[in-house]
DNA sequence: CCTTCATGGTTCCTTCTAGTAACTAAGGCA
DNA sequence: TGCCTTAGTTACTAGAAGGAACCATGAAGG
């Protein structure tokens, strides 16, 4: 792995931070990277994400152009989310990190009740 | 990639996202993914954390058991912060992370200086 | 001898953000 | 008539983030 010198790295880690790093993002990437879906579906498969923040979280993405917003005008309302080429590439990153937490939080887990019991 | 079936998916980024999707720990794993850094040098290495940010960040980083303290009984105090080896698990999905931010940190510009002209 | 500096914090207070609940439009259906 | 649906918005509240000031301890400077 290359790195990059600190004071570059940290500005450009705080930036993208600031745009994926917060608290549903990542999630909503996540979910988004299997394919196209609407606003409801992402509500119900992202359990404790309440509407408003799904909302706000998407329109930033959108913002960002990681995540594109397709309104189709009909009623009921259809709006189909998907993921941009530029979020695309984010998906490989995303899958990792979704990953590796599959993969390690029973260590977190034990790590934190050892923490705790001290 | 191997995707994970969508409720555990989700669950599980929920997790993880919840321990290091904040807006500091990522910056401060990518800052020790170089190596032992002291509590002063982290502050100045990452622009605009503050010192209880990074003490708090830093406590849950360990709690989670990502980060090691080891403090050095002089005066002035002398506190050591580096990766444990789960940490080490990290480091490459950090570092792929901060690398995309550094390739297509321009493009988000781009695209949300045109999200925000309409 | 008195002041100042360095380090790694803590405490208090303010501001900001995330989350909750209620409301909306507009047509379909019983 | 009145309730269902989707994709939001708005107003309010609780909790987290951030800023400024303070602390202990010894060493160094004048």
Not at 8 to 28: F, I, P, Q, T, Y
Not at 50 to 74: C, I, K, N, W, Y
Not at 90 to 101: H, N, S, T, Y
Request: hydrophobic share 35%; aromatic share 6%; proline share 4%.
């Amino acid at each position: 792995m290359e790195y990059l010198t600190e004071t570059e790295a940290n500005c450009r880690a705080r930036e993208v931070l600031d745009r994926v790093g917060d608290k549903w993002s990542m999630v909503v990437l996540y979910n988004l990277s299997t394919g196209t879906h609407r606003f409801t579906e992402l509500r119900r498969a992202i359990p404790g994400i309440s509407q408003r923040m799904l909302t706000v979280t998407l329109r930033g993405l959108e913002r960002d152009g990681l995540v594109s917003r397709t309104v189709h005008p009909v009623i009921p309302p259809h709006v189909d989310y998907d993921l941009t080429p530029l979020g695309c590439t984010l998906r490989e990153i995303v899958g990792a990190l979704v990953g590796w937490a599959h993969q390690h939080l029973d260590e977190i887990d034990q790590a934190r009740t050892a923490y705790d019991r001290v």
